[in-house]
């Protein structure tokens, strides 16, 4: 218990900014490394009350990096700060938890979904979580080229030991499920950029 008291008291001296955060990262990796202890969580929950919540802004990446925790109480006292965090500064948590809820881990996304939902309780929240899931959906999007998904399909492709027995000129057929799924995001895409790359794959496959 001393060294999470002393961190704590540590950090609300905020004697420099570097300090300060140092104190909080030493103190988050104290909490997960014994937070299933009963005696660690009582302390750090008695100190979250003398504790500004701005001084969590810095290390919200690290917070939420722990959200999968398999330690119940545990996570249930990190989405209460995190919580907290969201209600005073929902800006600050919006973005790493929308990474958060790409995630494959489904404990780490549920629990993410229950902060998301915690803010569409907020005024305007509801409207800054879906504005935040369409520019998070079109960042995806956009962030690999139409040159990227095609090569993406050759090496998925290519790889597969049956197409030794495949005719050569029957090869494009078995690429046809993933051409076909790449076609639905052609039809949608209305960058005129983009547009003039898939004409030319189009063509070198066909040749």
């Known amino acids: 218990m001393p060294a999470v008291r002393g961190l704590f008291q540590a950090a609300n001296a905020r004697e420099t ?37 701005d001084s969590w802004l810095n290390v919200i990446p690290q917070l939420i990096a722990r959200l999968s925790t398999p330690h119940k109480d545990l996570q249930d006292l990190l989405i209460r700060l995190l919580k907290d965090i969201a209600s005073q500064y929902p800006h600050a948590v919006i973005w790493p938890l929308l990474t958060a809820t790409y995630t494959q881990k489904a404990e780490h996304k549920e629990a993410a979904q229950k902060i998301m939902s915690f803010i569409c309780t907020m005024p305007d929240g509801t409207e800054l979580v879906h504005q935040a899931y369409t520019v998070g959906t079109e960042l995806i999007r956009t962030s690999v080229s139409w040159l990227e998904k095609w090569r993406n399909i050759i090496d998925k492709c290519l790889p597969r030991h ?15 499920p993933e051409i076909k799924s790449l076609d639905v995001s052609w039809r949608a895409l209305e960058s005129s950029r983009d547009s003039r790359t898939i004409p030319d794959m189009s063509a070198s496959r066909n040749s």
């Open 17 to 53: 900014p570097e300090k300060t955060i140092r104190s909080l990262l030493r103190l988050v990796t104290i909490w997960f490394r014994y937070g299933e202890h009963e005696a660690v969580l009582i302390e750090v929950e008695r100190q979250f009350a003398t504790t500004p919540i």
């Open 162 to 176: 049956d197409l030794m027995e495949i005719a050569w000129h029957r090869v494009p057929s078995v690429w046809e």
